[in-house]
């Protein structure tokens, strides 16, 4: 949160050379790891090129770079999953080690905590943390009570309390990431990689894991941290290495870098940070909401969103929002108060509604509802309007289809190999764009974008918010929900600010500083 | 069920809110509660309710129900299934399915007989040992056929299920065995009670062998590091994989354990009905799978109790036998067992938030609610 207070690191000093002078801040004692001259590829592909990468004893380190930039091949590596090309040299503990397998990197201390965790939801607390008990093919008796031990402390280092007995599926996320990192504890890990552990934590819960990051640093375990949120990273790291296009771009200390230079070191771009604000009150009302409510989830909210317009609506997740969106699109219904749009009274019995009316959903949770992720990209962008593309009655007009694909493909500068391409061949900032263009489809007069840039790497969010703004020039209403508050901040004409189900505040980009919104919302 | 809406409640220790787990809108939020004295805490204790009102009302409709010489019946009758039920457990909480153990047992008994009459006799020990070869044998073609050509277990099992039985059919032409050894064929009473009545309530061989694999089992599934690996590969198939829990050793332990299993039943049901005949088992794979979801088996690994699987075999031995006992017509039997299934597997996979939800949002679109302009 501290990133804007940081003096700027100057802007001439950017590759390789500097970055070798804030390595040797920790000469002394021998790196927990050190990798020189690693370079990976698959076919013809280059995963990794040359890439040198140290981390001391006890260091938070961590890994920026954009999707595919090379980082979780990195880690692979590491843990022995890969092997690298001839030629370079992992070295943990300045010893050098070749044929790396998983089951030597574990020894050797390295563990790391993927972003699925891979705990075990029905067993018990304990049994997670100290599941590595129970390895072996040679049956002997499971130690409960030994293992309870070992939880409970574990636990005690991290300082947690967690029920021991409770299965890890009725943890909240946060509690569940405690129970993988006390599961690396029980490991004697010496060096933990944390692969984008706060990407789906609130911002207390992420506090809260940042203390737990700095605590493995005091006792000497190495954390390479892994995050879309550079913010956080600079404000945990002591150094960053950044990646870019499967090469090292440098490392830097974390004091002595913004994370808008971060961003540009990671895209190669300058980073737009202007305030695009507008004014649309004069626009016609799109959408109004009057004390609309639904119990339990929030209540008397009311607003209007007019042509044009791109309406930020921010607060800590569980404030509300996302429940609120799915009331305007018609999956929930209020129970009290009114939807109307363009003027007109709108009762909304399901989604189908919502879509007849005009009004598209993004969802946040693109991954698991936004896309069917088997399925092609063309089948996917269609699936909206597959009604309006049927021939004879039942069958569908291939050629349509496919002209509507392509232009939505051209449109929305998709990247991709073929239409008939599954999704998952896709980066995470082009399957936000195939989900937009699969509403885009749909030509929709209100857009609801919720966390349109979860797991979005920097540079395709720019591109993402190039979309969002250009849609509102030509007059399409857009909501755009967002825990992030810059991310709001920077690209919505208005701002209301949600906590507790309720409207708080409104905001105006241009009126007020970042720091004042962020103050009230993360405050 | 009731131990399901337990788990999705709020977690007071959770902090923080817990909407990105699970899923959003209507289905999520509804929580219909049950009165309490009708929410035991666990599948088990749904059983033994179960069992005792239906166990009641048979005692009342019928003289012979409660009898002590029916109720062992009912044991010896429910043995060979406690047997495969055992088996199907640990196959099950390793997130597979088998359909091909019963048959499996039949070709087992076929097998065994053929060794055993072609060394001349043998005994209750080489039987034993040579149907828990035969049957670790065939578990272990299904679980190679599972790991080494990555085929989904119910496939390859469904594929053995009729190699197996056409493989049994085609070969003894249908015919039966009846020239078994004495010691198989000789009853083992163990306990035997004349009753004031004059009928005989025994337990025989097979409640041993039942107790002894039961109690195997449970070792298995819940004292030993194996076991929790077992439950560790149901649960999360990669991170098992991933913390380091051999997946092939797991997946032979499993099936193997399921064919050892299977042969002990084959030679118990031999001994039981004094023959080897080749189609005697087809059709039972269904009746203990139905058993042992019912006893809380989740179908897709990670979850069961030794404890439910027996409650479910004998819960299905009562409803046939008080069938019987009624006059029912085994057909309505069968027609119960498919509803069973049903049941379990709508309420174990489907929590009752989502059905009740599902029935909601039904009755929402049922009211027809369109967009109004006015």
Redesign the interface.
């Known amino acids: 949160m501290s990133g804007h207070e940081r003096a700027p690191t100057p802007a001439t000093t950017p590759a390789t050379a500097a970055a070798a002078e804030a390595g040797t801040g920790f000469a002394g004692a021998p790196p927990a790891l050190r990798l020189a001259g690693i370079s990976k590829n698959f076919g013809g592909v280059d995963a990794l090129v040359d890439v040198d990468f140290e981390v001391a004893p006890g260091e938070i380190h961590c890994l920026a770079g954009e999707n595919g930039s090379g980082k979780s091949t990195l880690i692979k590596i590491v843990s022995g999953v890969y092997q690298p090309n001839p030629g370079g040299t992992i070295e943990f503990g300045g010893r050098r080690y070749e044929g790396l397998t998983p089951g030597a990197a574990r020894r050797l201390g390295v563990q790391v905590i993927w972003q699925d965790l891979a705990l075990f939801p029905h067993l018990s607390v304990a049994e997670n943390i100290a599941f590595e008990r129970n390895l072996g093919l040679w049956p002997r008796p499971s130690r409960r009570r030994e293992m309870r031990r070992t939880a409970r402390a574990m636990l005690g280092r991290l300082g947690f309390e967690l029920d021991l007995d409770q299965p890890v599926q009725s943890l909240s996320i946060a509690n569940r990431q405690v129970v993988a990192i006390c599961r690396a504890l029980v490991a004697e890990a010496t060096i933990v990689f944390m692969d984008e552990p706060t990407a789906s934590l609130t911002q207390s819960e992420t506090r809260a894991l940042l203390a737990v990051v700095r605590r493995l640093s005091e006792a000497g375990i190495a954390v390479v941290f892994v995050s879309h949120r550079l913010v956080e990273l600079i404000e945990i790291a002591e150094r960053i290495t950044v990646l870019r296009d499967s090469r090292r771009v440098g490392v830097f200390e974390a004091g002595r870098i913004t994370h808008h230079r971060l961003a540009e070191l990671m895209t190669a771009r300058a980073l737009d940070t202007t305030v695009h604000a507008r004014d649309r009150a004069g626009e016609e009302v799109s959408l109004e909401v009057r004390g609309l409510g639904r119990h339990g989830e929030y209540e008397d909210v009311s607003g209007r969103l007019h042509r044009g317009e791109v309406l930020g609506l921010t607060g800590l997740l569980g404030a509300g929002r996302t429940e609120f969106a799915l009331s305007l699109f018609g999956m929930t219904r209020p129970d009290a108060g009114e939807i109307r749009l363009d003027g007109a009274r709108l009762v909304l019995g399901s989604n189908r509604d919502a879509i007849a009316a005009g009004i598209a959903y993004v969802s946040e949770d693109r991954l698991t509802l936004g896309l069917v992720q088997a399925q092609s990209i063309a089948d996917n962008v269609t699936v909206t309007v597959i009604e309006r593309l049927r021939r004879l009655r039942w069958f569908i007009d291939a050629e349509r289809k496919a002209r509507t694909v392509g232009d939505w493909v051209r449109g929305l500068s998709i990247r991709i190999g073929t239409p008939e391409d599954p999704v998952t061949t896709l980066s995470g900032g082009n399957q936000q764009r195939v989900v937009l263009a699969k509403w885009l489809a749909t030509t929709p007069r209100v857009l609801i974008l919720d966390s349109p840039t979860v797991g979005v790497d920097v540079g395709a969010r720019a591109a993402i918010f190039e979309i969002v703004r250009d849609l509102a020039e030509r007059g399409m209403a857009i909501l755009l929900i967002s825990d992030e508050v810059p991310e709001v901040y920077h690209n919505a004409d208005r701002i209301l600010h949600m906590r507790g189900g309720r409207i708080v505040g409104e905001y105006r980009p241009g009126e007020t500083s970042l720091e004042t919104l962020e103050e009230a919302v993360y405050g | 069920m009731a131990e399901r809406g337990a788990?999705?409640?709020p977690?007071p220790?959770?902090?923080?809110?817990?909407?990105?787990?699970h899923g959003?809108?209507?289905a999520g939020?509804l929580r219909p509660r049950l009165p309490r004295l009708l929410r035991p805490a666990s599948v088990e204790g749904w059983l033994v309710i179960v069992i005792v009102v239906i166990g009641a009302s048979l005692g009342l409709a019928t003289d012979t129900f409660l009898s002590l010489a029916n109720l062992f019946d009912l044991l010896n009758i429910s043995a060979i299934n406690l047997i495969f039920a055992a088996g199907l457990l640990v196959v099950l909480v390793a997130g597979g399915i088998d359909i091909s153990f019963a048959v499996g047992a039949s070709v087992v008994q076929y097998l065994t007989a053929l060794t055993i009459l072609s060394l001349g006799g043998g005994s209750w020990v080489s039987g034993i040992a040579l149907a828990m070869a035969f049957g670790f044998l065939l578990g272990a073609l299904n679980a190679t056929l599972i790991h080494y050509f990555r085929i989904i277990s119910i496939v390859v099992t469904i594929a053995t299920f009729n190699v197996f039985f056409g493989f049994l059919m085609f070969f003894t032409r249908g015919v039966s065995i009846y020239d078994l050894p004495d010691w198989w064929l000789d009853r083992v009473i163990l306990f035997e009670y004349e009753t004031a009545s004059g009928d005989f309530a025994e337990i025989t061989l097979p409640v041993a062998a039942t107790v002894i694999t039961v109690l195997a089992t449970w070792v298995?599934l819940?004292?030993?590091?194996?076991?929790?690996?077992l439950?560790?590969l149901g649960?999360?198939p990669?991170?098992?994989r991933?913390?380091?829990?051999?997946v092939a050793?797991m997946h032979f332990i499993a099936y193997g354990w399921l064919g050892v299993c299977a042969g002990v039943a084959g030679l118990m049901q031999a001994h039981y009905v004094q023959e080897v005949v080749p189609n005697a088992l087809y059709g039972r794979e269904l009746d203990v799978l139905a058993a042992a979801v019912l006893g809380g088996a989740?179908l897709g690994g990670?979850?069961g109790t030794i404890l439910g699987v027996i409650l479910g075999v004998l819960l299905i031995a009562i409803t046939q036998n008080g069938l019987n006992l009624l006059g029912i017509s085994p057909y309505a039997f069968q027609m119960l067992i498919g509803v069973v299934l049903l049941a379990a597997i709508t309420t174990t996979n489907v929590s009752w938030e989502e059905v009740f939800g599902w029935v909601r949002r039904g009755r929402?679109?049922a009211?027809?609610?369109?967009?109004?302009?006015?």
Do not use: C, H, K
């Open positions: 788990e999705r409640g977690d220790r959770g902090g923080g809110p817990r909407t990105r787990e959003r809108g209507p939020r298995l819940r004292r030993l590091n194996v076991g929790r690996q439950f560790a649960d999360n990669e991170g098992a991933r913390i380091g829990v051999n050793a989740r990670g979850r929402a679109r009211s027809r609610v369109r967009v109004s302009r006015a």
